[in-house]
């Protein structure tokens, strides 16, 4: 008899965590709707005490999300706890996920509690959020650094309290892999309740292990493993969804008492919109989603995985979703076609979202020959997820250029009905294009980062510029895509700007503080 792995998705809130990773309602909508196909077991929303709009998200994706647990984080106050029940209600299950630190150094410098102080706060925090949903979730902050003896005391008393799953956090990416799952073997050993709750995993990366943690977890009896798309989150981020769900998928052999209700085909779907959605770049050698994941090089490879694909490649691409990108649609093709083949592809548009997209499709259909899934995906991002969040659209840009001549950029944006124009010299195209934006909106900010790379085949092919830029202590990622690199420059830079003029003041009530 093997045993189901809960995967429980934290994207949305560790991961969304990450510096410059911020997402808006319609995007986390979007996120969530992929991670219900991907049918992971449970979705943490969000953490609906940080802002009005964490609220609001976790709101709406437990009204409109069904099948997987919808959860919302809160610190173990009464406040946190409301607002999180407050926000979980709609949802099919709801989930409240509560926490406090217990390791030493952050009960002592952090909190300024003592360990009895605290456990008293874990308990009242788990019996305040019995009161609004069944699945009430602990997590003693930072369990890998706790001394082992409060660890089973804090999780007894939580699971006494009405606890259904107790998270054994690895908040700093502490964790060898034999090591914190000894951890989970001493509770399973010294909590005589254990078994009236579900053992979770939450492993950090900061020593690239916590995929190996959380798999070594599993094999001491943990049951849930909380991990995000890509493996984004705080500072070197958490447990990568695609890379724990593939291990244990991919080495049934060696795992086989253990397997989880993804559907595979979906992850690199998933993938590509996280990342587009967040602008975090998938490294090319990341493992299961890296670009180069599939791919071989050494002609000796290539001839193995041509005779038996199996030679060179522990996974079938087509489990994790990687088709050949097909050439779909052109310039003459129909809005019936193109709808049909954004329902194949996931999407399921309102009448006016399928018309604005659609009008774009028209638009890149006349610039480019051949138009590929990758570029319908793009359409489709952009023309309604994206466009939630804009202040300024750009109008038109003219650029002039050249070895000997100073780049010049002219511009016009529009914010409700009006046109704004300006032009401005820069060292190059780009930056002449991005000193006017300053001009026009009056922010000021910094490029921390610039990256382009082609997102379809083809010398026609869609460029994605991706920025990093900050203004006071605010750093946003921005994006933009275009058949034209320089305007893609100007959205992705526009995009950003945008971001930091949308920002709710977000309190800055992250964990702990
Ligand atoms: O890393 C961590 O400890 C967390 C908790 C809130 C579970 O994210
Ligand atoms: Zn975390």
Do not use: W
């Not at 300024?112 to 706060?121: A, N």
């Not at 308990?123 to 609004?132: G, H, I, P, Q, S």
């Not at 997820?385 to 016009?412: D, F, M, V």
């Amino acid at each position: 008899m093997s045993d189901k792995i809960i995967i429980f998705d934290t994207t949305l809130r560790d991961g969304e965590q990450a510096p410059g990773a911020s997402l808006n309602i319609r995007e986390k909508l979007e996120v969530a709707r992929i991670l219900k196909r991907l049918n992971v077991d449970v979705i943490e929303a969000g953490f609906p005490i940080a802002s009005p709009g964490d609220f609001e998200a976790v709101k709406e994706i437990a009204q409109e999300i069904q099948g997987p647990a919808i959860c919302g984080l809160a610190r173990a106050t009464e406040g946190d706890i409301v607002r999180a029940g407050e926000a979980v209600k709609y949802a099919q299950a709801g989930r409240i996920h509560t926490f406090i630190a217990t390791s030493p150094i952050h009960m002592e410098f952090k909190l300024k509690k003592t360990p009895q102080e605290v456990l008293k706060s874990a308990v009242e925090a788990v019996k305040l959020a019995k009161t609004f949903v069944n699945q009430v979730e602990f997590s003693p902050e930072d369990s890998s650094r706790t001394e082992l003896p409060f660890l089973a005391e804090i999780v007894e008393a939580v699971i006494e309290a009405g606890a259904t799953t107790v998270n054994i956090p690895d908040t700093v990416g502490y964790g060898i892999p034999q090591d914190y799952a000894n951890q989970i073997k001493y509770l399973k050993e010294n909590v005589p309740n254990i078994n009236k709750a579900v053992i979770s995993v939450h492993c950090h990366n900061d020593l690239g292990l916590a995929v190996a943690n959380s798999l070594a977890a599993i094999e001491k009896g943990a049951r849930q493993i909380e991990c995000t798309i890509n493996g984004i989150g705080e500072r070197a981020g958490n447990c990568s969804l695609e890379e724990v769900v593939m291990a244990i998928k991919t080495r049934n052999d060696y795992f086989k008492n253990f397997y989880t209700e993804i559907d595979t085909t979906q992850i690199m779907k998933a993938s590509k919109l996280v990342s587009h959605l967040t602008g975090f770049v998938v490294q090319p050698n990341k493992a299961i989603v890296g670009d180069n994941a599939f791919a071989h090089e050494a002609g000796i490879h290539q001839h193995g995985v041509l005779t038996k694909r199996q030679t060179y490649e522990i996974i079938d691409p087509k489990d994790i979703g990687l088709g050949e990108s097909k050439l779909v649609l052109g310039k003459h093709s129909g809005k019936h076609a193109f709808k049909d083949r954004l329902e194949q592809l996931g999407y399921s548009l309102s009448p006016d979202e399928l018309q604005s997209a659609f009008e774009r499709f028209k638009v890149l259909a006349d610039r480019k020959k051949n138009i590929f899934d990758e570029d319908l995906e793009i359409i489709v991002e952009e023309s309604f997820i994206k466009s939630s969040h804009e202040t300024y659209t750009l109008e038109y840009i003219n650029i002039s250029s050249g070895n000997k001549s100073i780049p010049t950029a002219t511009l016009q944006l529009k914010k409700e009905e009006h046109v704004y124009q300006d032009a401005a010299c820069g060292d190059g195209p780009v930056d002449a294009a991005y000193k006017t934006i300053m001009r026009i909106t009056g922010v000021t900010a910094n490029l921390l980062d610039y990256s382009l790379r082609s997102i379809s085949k083809g010398q026609d092919a869609i460029g994605e510029v991706v920025v990093k830029i900050g203004v006071d202590d605010k750093i946003v990622t921005g994006k933009g895509v275009s058949t034209d690199i320089i305007e893609a420059s100007a959205r992705a830079f526009l995009d950003g700007i945008n971001k930091i003029l949308k920002t709710e003041k977000k309190q800055q009530v992250k964990k702990g503080i």
